[in-house]
């Protein structure tokens, strides 16, 4: 059964990077059928794509945060990573990460497995 | 611009049937979608995959209740013999070429 388990400090600075980790577990992170993505929740509100990266470390991000942010791969601890910098109170948010379905030629099709989720809080 | 457009909410009785509705924007109506329903206070979970010909491949014990539907740009989630868990919010998610979307969501009250 595929877990995916989500990291990382939950208070984060206003202008400050936010870092966090999703480990995989269940499954190879190095399969060829997936992406792997992080989506978030700001409170009371709806889900937002943050961006998705393949196991070969290739990346898309959503062009609405593509400055601020950065995605990694470490195959080796069957881990992923989001770096989110200059962040403000309205990247207050959960943050999930996932699985996606692969495709040749975009960041993933459908998440079929999502994490339960960290609270990330930008404040001072 | 590929966008998915849900109503804010929407309620049935317990026991009866409700259809939901995710309607991809113009240009994209042979796009498939996933359905993800949230319950409160939980994070989201994958309910199926839609095609734009009805054809749906569901999750990991997601019950018969649950099926999915296409007419045209429309892409339907069905719930049959509403059960008082089945209150929750419900997503709906597309993809392109550079991007990733998901709908405003529906909140669905059970009576």
């Known amino acids: 059964q595929l877990h995916l388990q989500e990291s990382g400090p939950g208070l984060v600075k206003p202008s400050e990077t936010l870092s966090l980790t999703c480990t995989v577990s269940?499954?190879?992170?190095?399969?060829?059928?997936?992406?792997w993505g992080w989506i978030r929740q700001p409170p009371g509100k709806g889900l937002e794509w943050i961006g998705s990266?393949?196991?070969?470390?290739?990346?898309y991000y959503n062009p609405s945060l593509m400055s601020r942010v950065t995605m990694s791969v470490d195959t080796s601890k069957s881990q992923f990573s989001l770096k989110l910098s200059s962040v403000t109170a309205a990247d207050t948010a959960m943050y999930y990460c996932?699985?996606?379905?692969?495709?040749?030629?975009?960041?993933?099709?459908?998440?079929?497995?999502w994490g339960q989720g960290t609270v990330v809080t930008v404040s001072s | 611009q590929l966008v998915l457009t849900q109503s804010p909410s929407a309620s049935a009785s317990l026991g009866a049937s409700v259809k939901l509705t995710c309607t991809l924007s113009?240009?994209?109506?042979?796009?498939?979608i996933a359905w993800h329903q949230q319950q409160p206070e939980k994070g989201p979970r994958y309910l199926m995959k839609?095609?734009?010909?009805?054809?749906?491949n569901k999750g990991d014990g997601i019950p018969d209740r649950f099926s999915g539907s296409s007419s045209g740009a429309d892409r339907y989630l069905t719930i049959s013999s509403l059960q008082s868990e089945d209150e929750a919010d419900y997503y709906c998610?597309?993809?392109?070429?550079?991007?990733?979307?998901f709908g405003g969501g529906t909140k669905l009250t059970v009576l």
């Open positions: 839609l095609n734009n010909d009805g054809s749906h």
């Open positions: 269940g499954d190879s992170i190095t399969t060829s059928d997936y992406y």
């Open positions: 113009s240009g994209h109506s042979h796009y498939a």
């Open positions: 996932g699985r996606l379905s692969f495709r040749s030629n975009g960041p993933g099709g459908q998440c079929d497995y």
């Open positions: 990266i393949y196991y070969s470390g290739n990346t």
């Open positions: 998610q597309t993809w392109g070429i550079d991007t990733q979307v």
